[in-house]
C-alpha cells in the first residue's frame, strides 16, 4: 500500500486551547484539527495557557502578514509557491532551533 501525502490544511485563526486541554485551530476547510493531542495541565495552567494564546492573536496577525509579504516577494521570482513555503518553514524552524539551543548553553 502507498502512502498517500498529505496536504497541509491552512489555519483560519490562531490556536485555541478546547474544554479537553487539547490545542486546535479551524482550517480553511471549516474542520478542527487539533495541534498538540492533549496537554498535561492543571487548570490554572490551561487558563494561563489559554490567555497566553488568546493575547498573542495580535502577533500571530501581525507574523501572518510578515509571511505573506515574504511568500509573495520571494515567490514572484523564480520559485513556486510551494517551495518557498517549504524555504520559509525550514528557515524558520532552524532560526527558532538555533535560539533555543543558545537558550540552553548549546554552542554549534
Do not use: F
Not at 501525502?5 to 485551530?25: F, N, S, V, W
Not at 487539533?34 to 495580535?58: F, I, K
Not at 505573506?68 to 513556486?80: D, F, G, P, T
Request: hydrophobic content about 40%; overall charge negative; some cysteine.
Amino acid at each position: 500500500m502507498t502512502a498517500m501525502k498529505e496536504e497541509p490544511i491552512t489555519p483560519c485563526a490562531g490556536p485555541t486551547l478546547d474544554a479537553q486541554g487539547r490545542l486546535t485551530y479551524i482550517g480553511e476547510d471549516g474542520q478542527r484539527y487539533v495541534v498538540l493531542d492533549a496537554l498535561e495541565l492543571d487548570h490554572q495552567t490551561s487558563l494561563r495557557v489559554a490567555d497566553a494564546l488568546r493575547d498573542a492573536g495580535l502577533l500571530l496577525d501581525q507574523i501572518e502578514s510578515l509571511a505573506q509579504r515574504w511568500m509573495n516577494q520571494v515567490s514572484a521570482e523564480s520559485l513556486s509557491r510551494e517551495d518557498a513555503l517549504n524555504l520559509l518553514l525550514a528557515t524558520l524552524e532552524t532560526d527558532l532551533d538555533d535560539e533555543a539551543a543558545s537558550a540552553d548553553g548549546v554552542i554549534d
